[in-house]
């Protein structure tokens, strides 16, 4: 059995199992009693095997540190080594080689069809909760909700609409929707007080609009939608989007159809997750709450561990801190370093009387904290809570072939890959002019 302890920067280290072994011994490097990733070996390496790590304990995963530090490193090599039942989702908010392309088996903007994707009834809470986290709590009222959940109702024949009102002209979407909800007013089927609800609808609905939602779903959403794609890795390019509030509501669109399909063994990455723990109805906390029992876990990353609820660190057991410099304005002027709570150091000045631990004496080293909460991870790292040092590679390599925009660009259109490329970030994979290039482009990302 293995037991870690961190006591000030000293170790004890007993015998370790076969599962394990090459941790300390063979393909994983190991010095000064860091866990290197960067080797070969998916199974017992703990960064390149953190998800395996998080399936093996049937926890979500918390990971927190300044920028820089390594964070999107560490999940970069977990996608090296992706269980073989697991499929893995990654919202990469930064976009192209700065982000994850290339580090995912997929990689491109895949848009999703809100209305045929979520029932009307779920529909008005997704926009509501994608204002919330904008701040205005109040964005969307009860009757604009209830108007909404009509209207949609109407648009999908799930109800049958007032007479003279002829649904079938409209495009089963987030544009038809809105033209629906226009022309329902201008033929007199909605009057009186109605009215002007429907048009701050209309605004609202308009505000979200994106052709990352308003298109049809891409063969690579319906198939993560439907359980399949399990041992591979869909990177979703979201630096196309123009709004935050946009890609808010992608998101959380894009999380609640995972949740309604009932979808398994899925790995998700979330950065900036913190937004979406607003409140305790938030679709994210639905869905930690319900995980494990679907084995649906989520990497969820801040820069700042205070950006989390105190929920987050009492339910989850699986926890990765990156070196934060202060905890606080207050810390900082007080010269009080975050280490210091850590040793117990209350004497003024940022010198620490006692010796610091690994992450705070080399570059790109985080503390793994796992709280055994199975039988095979008690095996391995002992009851209770267990620390251990890791060091993340951040010269890791995207995957060579790997299925990219780009890379499809280059392949159907190789004198004009810039121009193509802008015009798909841009108006989507329709275009004036573009579109048998851009249905090329489309079959290649993943159809």
């Not at 002007?196 to 198939?223: C, G, K, N």
């Not at 002992?382 to 251990?388: Q, V």
């Not at 392949?411 to 810039?418: F, W």
Request: neutral net charge.
């Amino acid at each position: 059995m293995i037991w870690f302890t961190r006591l000030w920067g000293r170790k004890r280290e007993p015998s370790v199992p076969s599962f394990w072994s090459s941790i300390s011994q063979g393909k994983s490097d190991e010095v000064g009693g860091l866990r290197y990733g960067g080797s070969v070996d998916c199974v017992n390496d703990l960064v390149r095997g953190f998800f395996r790590l998080m399936v093996m304990n049937k926890s979500h995963a918390v990971v927190f540190g300044p920028i820089g530090a390594g964070k999107s490193s560490l999940m970069k090599n977990a996608l090296q080594c992706l269980p073989e039942d697991y499929a893995a989702l990654v919202p990469d908010v930064v976009g192209g080689v700065e982000g994850y392309e290339g580090y995912t088996d997929y990689y491109a903007p895949y848009p999703i069809n809100v209305v045929a994707e979520l029932s009307p009834v779920i529909l008005p809470s997704v926009l509501a909760e994608t204002f919330e986290i904008a701040g205005e709590v109040n964005a969307i009222t009860p009757t604009m909700a209830r108007n909404l959940e009509v209207l949609a109702a109407w648009l999908l024949g799930l109800q049958p609409p007032p007479q003279g009102l002829d649904v079938s002209k409209y495009p089963r979407n987030l544009g038809g929707l809105i033209k629906l909800a226009e022309d329902a007013v201008n033929v007199g089927v909605i009057q009186g007080n109605l009215i002007e609800s429907i048009y701050a609808l209309i605004r609202r609905l308009s505000m979200v609009r994106h052709w990352m939602v308003d298109y049809e779903t891409h063969p690579i959403i319906r198939r993560l939608l439907s359980g399949e794609l399990r041992g591979k890795s869909v990177g979703i390019d979201l630096s196309v989007f123009e709004d935050d509030v946009q890609q808010w509501f992608y998101m959380i669109a894009l999380m609640r159809a995972l949740g309604r399909r009932g979808v398994r063994n899925v790995l998700i990455v979330l950065d900036e997750a913190h937004l979406f723990l607003h409140k305790r109805s938030s679709t994210l906390y639905r869905l930690l709450r319900i995980g494990r029992n679907r084995r649906f876990y989520f990497a969820l990353i801040s820069q700042s561990p205070s950006d989390f609820p105190d929920s987050v660190f009492n339910a989850d057991r699986l926890f990765v801190e990156f070196p934060i410099p202060y905890l606080s304005f207050r810390d900082l002027i007080a010269r009080r370093p975050s280490y210091k709570y850590a040793i117990g150091d209350t004497e003024p000045g940022i010198r620490p009387r006692g010796e610091l631990e690994e992450h705070w004496r080399d570059v790109y080293v985080a503390i793994l904290h796992i709280h055994s909460m199975t039988r095979e991870a008690k095996e391995h790292f002992g009851p209770g809570l267990s620390t251990i040092p890791i060091k993340v590679n951040v010269e890791v390599q995207p995957k060579p072939n790997a299925v990219t925009l780009r890379r499809c660009v280059e392949s159907v259109a190789p004198s004009m890959v810039d121009d193509l490329m802008n015009v798909i970030r841009e108006y989507g994979f329709s275009h004036v002019g573009y579109n048998k290039l851009l249905e090329g482009v489309w079959r290649c990302i993943g159809a």
